[in-house]
């Protein structure tokens, strides 16, 4: 990690969907045949979330395989 952080993992990811309702994904469910492939491509934000990124571009450089160095301070 830039920060200075270490021994970080990611345990699951929550993305909340409506007021009441979520989905919760974890690592072996990225990996697994039963969930389809997901192409970056294929992964759409909407104009607003892309507005609050503070780098604009972020997501054509991901899509581009540009390198992006993460920040030492958020």
């Not at 492939?37 to 581009?64: G, H, P, Y």
């Amino acid at each position: 990690m830039q920060n200075g952080e270490r021994e970080v993992k990611l345990h699951s990811i929550i993305v909340h969907e409506t007021d009441t309702g979520y989905a919760q994904g974890f690592k072996e469910d990225a990996h697994s045949e039963l969930m389809g492939s997901i192409k970056l491509e294929d992964i759409v934000f909407s104009a607003q979330v892309q507005s609050e990124w503070s780098d604009s571009a972020l997501w054509d450089k991901l899509l581009n395989r540009i390198h992006v160095k993460n920040p030492k301070k958020v």
